[in-house]
């Protein structure tokens, strides 16, 4: 059985970091989409940053440059470095694995999902 969990949520003043991990257990497919994906309350879930299996990187316009997303396949586990965080990075972070072959940034199709991390961004 797959099991996503995410870690490294937390509190921060704006301007701070935080760098999320997530453990994959149980066979996943490597050779498709991972991601990091966020829902804020009362809003959608939306793509943060997904990686491909030629360790592509496709990130969301609002974090272009503060944010890094990374994999360790010895260790199975998918990281989110985020610096400059902002009130608005405020969210619900959530893993997603064996994403469609080629990542879009969007979260149809990942068939394996964390309990996600909370990231809480104070002025």
């Known amino acids: 059985q797959v099991r996503l969990v995410e870690s490294g949520g937390g509190s921060v003043q704006a301007g701070g970091s935080l760098r999320l991990s997530c453990v994959v257990s149980?066979?996943?497919?490597?050779?498709?989409?991972m991601g990091w994906f966020r829902q804020a309350p009362g809003k959608g879930r939306e793509g943060v940053a997904q990686?491909?299996?030629?360790?592509?990187?496709t990130y969301a316009e609002f974090v272009k440059g503060r944010f890094t997303i990374s994999r360790d396949n010895a260790k199975n586990t998918l990281y989110l470095e985020m610096n400059n965080l902002k009130p608005e990075d405020t969210s619900m972070y959530y893993c997603?694995?064996?994403?469609?072959?080629?990542?879009?940034?969007?979260?149809?199709?990942?068939?394996?999902w964390g309990q996600g991390t909370q990231v809480t961004v104070s002025t």
């Open positions: 997603a694995a064996d994403g469609p072959p080629y990542c879009s940034g969007s979260d149809k199709f990942f068939q394996h």
């Open positions: 149980g066979y996943i497919d490597r050779r498709v989409c």
């Open positions: 990686i491909d299996t030629d360790d592509t990187t």
